[in-house]
């Protein structure tokens, strides 16, 4: 028995409507909503299966950008992107896992709807314009522009250091070692002078209301947390070594960007909804 194409593509449907949204939870709806309208199809006029789900995706997860864009608008303190456990492997596919990056998709959030659209269609996915125009609503030449716009946004504030996969552990573990310190020093160590902490509390939990900047701050921070009753864990989330801290009053996820050999960037979510998609690894391709 043939395989629906759905399902035969889901993984990759996904991975599209998550880095147009960054949050699994509205990837998930997105796919529901595809699916249902993909149930209605009548498949003997859908010449290229694939295509037409990835379009489908794409303008539902427009609406849903849109509707998205002015919620957030009231969202207290920082946004940050829904945190995924994956499988280490996607690690190995550095364009996938710089696409699902925790610092990239963060970066994405400060493109329009139709500017992140088309960036994700045609950089990530590699698209013809041609497709991209399709599932957009858009001509070729007006994605060309789109996309190049987009591109030099992105390539303005994305944090472009590529590290080896057991250098980028090397240094979690590092700091899980400094965490259970609690000593400022050995924090400091492990940090770039000039790290930036973003934390995502939702207003739910403790968290920064604005980014934190310099390492005398973040470690001052760090080190106050009480962690006496929590456990602190490596793990892979958005195909790159993570930290995943979990507790009785609640749990955090941080990801980290590092460069020569020390942390640049953290990136700290504690808001409990973006924390339930964390028991199993999504899966992800492209």
Known sequence: MTQ????????????????????????????QETWLRWSGVDRAQVHDPRAYLVRAVTRQSLNRMRALSRRREDYVGEWLPEPLLTHPDVADDVELAESVSIALLTVLETLGPLQRAVFVLREVFAMPYEEVGEAVGKTPAA???IARRARDHVAARQPRVTVSRSEHKAVVDRFVAALHTGRIQDLLEVMAPDVVLIADGGGITAAALAPVHGAELVATMLAGTDRSASETTTVYLNGAPAVRIESAAGGATVSLVIANGRI???????????????????DLTR
Not at 4 to 31: C, K, N
Not at 264 to 282: E, F, M, Q, V, W
Request: no cysteine; proline share 6%.
């Open 4 to 31: 629906d194409p759905f399902v035969a593509h889901r993984s990759l449907l996904f991975t599209v409507a998550y880095e147009m949204l960054g949050s699994a939870a509205d990837a998930e709806d997105v796919l």
């Open 143 to 145: 994605v060309r522009q």
């Open 264 to 282: 640049t960037r953290i990136y700290a979510t504690s808001n409990p909804h973006k924390l339930t998609r964390l028991d199993r690894p999504a």
